[in-house]
């Protein structure tokens, strides 16, 4: 066998390994991996109104007769 050809033959090897690796590695979606756990969000309490800023003093003009 010539050097050629065993240079080409452990080419081949090398490169199904680094394709494996890859796959294996890689970011290829959610094919043979197990599924991401899904967030459960706890249900909000009922939002409470705030209650009103206190205001000043109200003072109401009183008509003179």
Request: aromatic letters at 4%.
């Amino acid at each position: 066998m010539s050097s050629e050809s065993v240079g080409g033959i452990f080419g081949a090897i090398v490169a199904a390994i680094v394709l494996a690796v890859a796959v294996v590695f890689g970011p290829i979606g959610q094919y043979g991996k197990p599924p991401k756990p899904v967030k459960v969000e706890p249900a909000a309490a009922p939002a409470v109104p705030a209650a009103p800023a206190p205001r000043g003093p109200v003072i109401k003009e009183v008509p003179n007769q």
